[in-house]
C-alpha cells in the first residue's frame, strides 16, 4: 500500500493544540499512533470516569489502579 497519495489532516481535538498528522515514510513504532488517543481520552476523561463507575474490593495490597488497568485493557 502506497502512502504517497495521502495529505496531511489536522484533528482538532484541542482548540489550543491541533494535532497535525502527516504521512512518513520511515519505520515507526506501532504505539506511536497510541499518544493522541490517550491524550484524547485524558481531555473526555472517558476511562477515568468508567473507572471510578466499578467497585474495587481488592484491599490495601493493590498494585495496579482500575484505572491503569482499564486503559491498558482498552
Known amino acids: 500500500m502506497s502512502l504517497q497519495g495521502v495529505l496531511p489532516f489536522v484533528l482538532d481535538v ?14 515507526l513504532t506501532g504505539e506511536a499512533g497510541l499518544l493522541p ?9 472517558w476511562t477515568a470516569r468508567f473507572a471510578a463507575a466499578l467497585s474495587d474490593a481488592r484491599g490495601s495490597e493493590v498494585l495496579h489502579s482500575n484505572l491503569s488497568m482499564i486503559r491498558q485493557r482498552i
Do not use: M
Not at 14 to 25: H, L, T
Not at 37 to 45: L, M, W
Open 14 to 27: 484541542s482548540a489550543e493544540r491541533p494535532i497535525e498528522v502527516e504521512v512518513s515514510q520511515t519505520q
Open 37 to 45: 488517543i490517550r491524550q484524547f481520552d485524558e481531555a473526555i476523561r
